[in-house]
């Protein structure tokens, strides 16, 4: 066996190779790109001799993703994704200092796949279908996330200047393209109130808006609200201001919107696609976001505990001497959890079993967030059975176990 920690900047990656017994075989800065991976190979081949194979190279290295990775996987050898809060507290055995180097720190990753490798998990061998589906499930996301950024800084610049706009648009959420070309148009109260009937219809229109003449009368009504007034200047600047979050905002709404086809279609694609949205409170894109972060490689979750601790949705226990205390797991995949928590939150609504079981941690004196969490939990450990099944999602046949109890009590 080889060991090799990789410790990876944006142009170049520091690698040391170790044999099994720790002894330093060489080290190298290697190149980002094709140069890179080529001295790689040669460094192992030079180190391994000809005997060597793909799968005795085990490289421990502080990320997942990017051609790099790739390659190696491609290569066949042994890749570890090591958490940096891992790789972190390994590196306290060898002093606390706190004193840093790339070299080090490949030392380190080398000896921490040859020495904690059995607890380490492996980078997983999804497809190319999954990677894709994860790339645009996770870019559709984040600028879901900067609208909502983008749309809070815009409300605070109309709380200080504009507080009618808020009130004016409020059906039709602001965030909509509709409002925000009204407010474009008219960014200034005085500019707002001049704003026409027939222009607030023609936008509406122009969006398939429903009830368009009680909208448009309530929003006219809305702008023509006196309000107290502030020096023209300051009010042009606060325009101006608005004006450039208003457009950022129709510039989000649409590529969101493109994102989301490219979503559906890759995801559709997908042979377990079916298996997702058979379950209860899953749709298209939370389907695709689930999917994405959990992949699809069928050796990468043991069993559903596996895949409830990887999910975040299980709880961790502290035990020590006579305290035993049980606390939700906060070190997780956000995106996961978002949709994991978007998933049962629907699936109550949709799911007689799962209402029930909300409904019984409520009963438990559980809150709102933590008794959504366990629904979660639940809910990802019969996805794990229907996908190792290849079986969809059957209610009576998911919530046999929990009726029974049921009946008993």
């Avoid at 009937?197 to 448009?216: E, F, G, T, W, Y």
């Avoid at 079993?353 to 559980?366: E, V, W």
Wanted: charged fraction near 25%; aromatic fraction near 6%.
């Amino acid at each position: 066996m080889l060991f090799i920690g990789d410790d990876w900047a944006e142009d170049h990656h520091d690698v040391e190779v170790q044999d099994e017994t720790g002894r330093r075989l060489g080290t190298a800065r290697l190149p980002e790109g094709v140069e890179g991976i080529a001295k790689l190979h040669a460094l192992v081949a030079r180190h391994g001799g000809e005997d060597l194979g793909p799968g005795q190279v085990a490289v421990g290295i502080e990320t997942d993703r990017g051609p790099w990775v790739q390659a190696l996987i491609a290569a066949g050898y042994r890749v570890y994704a090591v958490n940096p809060r891992q790789a972190a507290r390994f590196k306290e055995r060898y002093g606390t200092s706190g004193a840093k180097s790339d070299k080090g720190d490949a030392h380190a990753l080398a000896d921490m796949v040859r020495i904690d490798g059995d607890q380490l998990r492996p980078v997983a061998g999804d497809s190319d279908q999954a990677q894709a589906i994860k790339v645009v499930a996770r870019a559709h996301q984040t600028l879901i996330w900067e609208r909502t950024r983008a749309f809070q800084r815009l409300r605070n610049t109309l709380r200080e200047y504009f507080p009618g706009a808020l009130n004016a648009y409020a059906g039709l959420e602001l965030t909509s393209t509709d409002a925000l070309e009204l407010l474009v148009k008219a960014p200034t109260p005085e500019q707002a109130a001049k704003l026409t009937s027939p222009q607030i219809l023609a936008v509406l229109a122009r969006h398939r808006r429903r009830n368009r003449d009680q909208r448009a009368a309530a929003i006219q009504a809305g702008l023509r609200e006196p309000q107290l007034a502030i020096a023209a200047p300051v009010a042009a600047a606060y325009a101006a201001a608005a004006t450039a979050h208003a457009n950022l905002l129709i510039a989000l709404n649409e590529q969101i919107a493109a994102l989301e086809q490219q979503v559906s279609a890759h995801f559709l694609a997908h042979p377990d696609a079916e298996i997702y949205l058979s379950m209860p409170g899953i749709g298209k894109i939370t389907g695709a976001r689930v999917l994405a972060e959990f992949g699809d490689d069928p050796t990468r979750y043991t069993s559903a505990k596996a895949r409830k601790n990887y999910a975040g949705t299980s709880p961790i226990t502290r035990a020590s001497g006579r305290t035993h205390a049980v606390y939700a797991r906060h070190a997780r995949n956000d995106r996961l959890a978002d949709a994991l928590h978007r998933q049962a939150f629907s699936a109550i609504n949709t799911s007689p079993g799962a209402r029930r079981y909300y409904d019984k941690q409520r009963a438990r004196d559980a809150g709102y967030n933590p008794a959504l969490r366990q629904l979660g939990n639940r809910l990802v450990g019969i996805l794990h059975g229907c996908l190792k099944t290849r079986a969809l999602y059957d209610e009576a046949t998911a919530w046999s176990h929990h009726a029974t109890l049921a009946t008993a009590a």
